[in-house]
């Protein structure tokens, strides 16, 4: 069981805003429970406050009542026993990964409790078989798409089967597929009556396992419906953009890294079209995009025609190269103004002095999507553009996404994320058996949701 009282919460022992102002919530055995909100609202800082984390590890300030099962982590004496029974996905996967292999990581965390090796392994290979992450368990993981590092994080966090499992933003970068192993993992933890809240901007996938849903909104928690708003899950009619010449011809590639991964035919972006490429986890949509800028030469003979092109990568402090927020849109203010760019971060003031790698993971995506923006080339790769994005940020996504493509701007976009096809993209391609087919992006949305077991409406 979870318990939280007049939690408060804020990241140094000097004068500062509080980021917790008053959090109280309680989630029992076997119940599930979602945590939304904004982006940047303070929703990892919750869980970092309520597992000790940022008490003793980060010199944060916290007060209030915290119990987790039974112990307190705002002790010392909790805080050190707090591993055995509780498994912590965050929202990062490169900042929770401690070991070079899938399996070194899955063993590393089960002998750090105790286990012997032999049991450890055992374990650890049942487990990477049911993520269908078997086939790389001796792989380095720096080899692994962000989604595949996802999915190894949320093994890992529950692999010695704690009574408490905080997942943050866990189905983030997942495809389909993944996801509903997610979700179905998720039910069956809470019929063997574990407690568990996560953390998600996109409460839809785990509302046939959740009992209650709290929301974070200026410091403070509160409770809503489960019936929460699903216009997001139906079609509507998407206004057709007028499409140019063509900015990207890819005919007869084959991707990979000096192995095929994936095989390309024929793909094309036009002037102010937007394109979605759609695949599991894995599949070679980073590689493609990757090798269409440049960074990665194809597996023999292929073709490749565009236009200058701005890669936006998937992780989002790769694109960062200033040390505040300010410097960063003002380096970024090619084609349109710095005071339009700032207007668009809606925590400028705030954080124009800030670091971009102390943001949350949403802000700091957003932060590289407005510097995609302010460079607004000719034809703009974005791989993964709305992971960390709340509902509102991504509406802003799309309206900006919009703005480059009347400009004349071809995107090649990579996405788990059917919303975007739904409401974004002018044409899809998928990856189907190792090759890109061309679909229709709405009936390709429709799929996605229904295979990761959202009805569609």
Sequence with gaps: MLRVRGLRARYSDGPGREVIEEASLEVGDGEVALLTGA?????????????????????????????????????????????AEVGVVLQDPDKQIAMPTP????????????????????????????????????????????????????????????????????TASLDPWSTRTVVELVSSMKKSGSTILVVEHKPF?????????????????????????????????????????????????????????LTVDELHVGEGEVVAVVGPNGSGKTTLLKTVAGFIKP????????????YLPQHPDFTFISTTVERELRDAARSVGFSELASLFPWFEEARRANPFTLSHGQRRWLANLIAYGYSRKLIL???????????????????????????????VSTHDPRLLMDLADRAYSVEGGRLVERDPVDLAIEMYRVAGVRFE
């Design 39 to 83: 982006s940047g609202s303070g929703k990892t800082t919750i869980i970092l406050a309520v597992t000790g984390v940022l008490k003793f590890l980060m010199n944060g300030v916290v007060s209030g009542v915290v119990e987790l099962d039974g112990l307190n982590p705002l002790s010392l004496e909790g805080f050190s026993k707090l591993p």
């Design 103 to 170: 399996i070194g990581e899955l063993v590393f965390t089960l002998e750090n409790l105790g286990y012997s090796t032999r049991n450890a392994v055992g374990r650890s290979i049942s487990l990477l078989n049911r993520f269908g992450l078997a086939s790389k368990a001796s792989q380095h993981v720096d080899d692994l798409s962000l989604g595949e590092k996802r999915k190894l994080t949320i093994a890992s966090a529950i692999i010695h089967r704690p009574s408490l499992v905080i997942l943050d933003e866990p």
């Design 205 to 261: 996938y785990f509302k046939s396992v959740a009992d209650k849903i709290f929301t974070l909104e200026n410091g403070r928690v509160g409770r809503i419906d489960l019936d929460t708003d699903s216009s997001h899950l139906r079609a509507g009619e998407k206004k057709r953009r007028s499409v140019g010449g063509i900015v990207l011809r890819v005919e007869n590639l084959v991707a990979g890294y000096g192995e095929p991964i």
């Design 299 to 310: 597996v023999g003979q292929g073709r490749i025609e565009k236009a200058s092109c701005f």
């Design 382 to 412: 974005m791989d993964e553009p709305s992971t960390g994005l709340d509902d509102n940020m991504l509406r802003e996504l799309e309206r900006i996404v919009g703005l480059l493509a009347s400009r004349g701007a071809g995107i090649l």
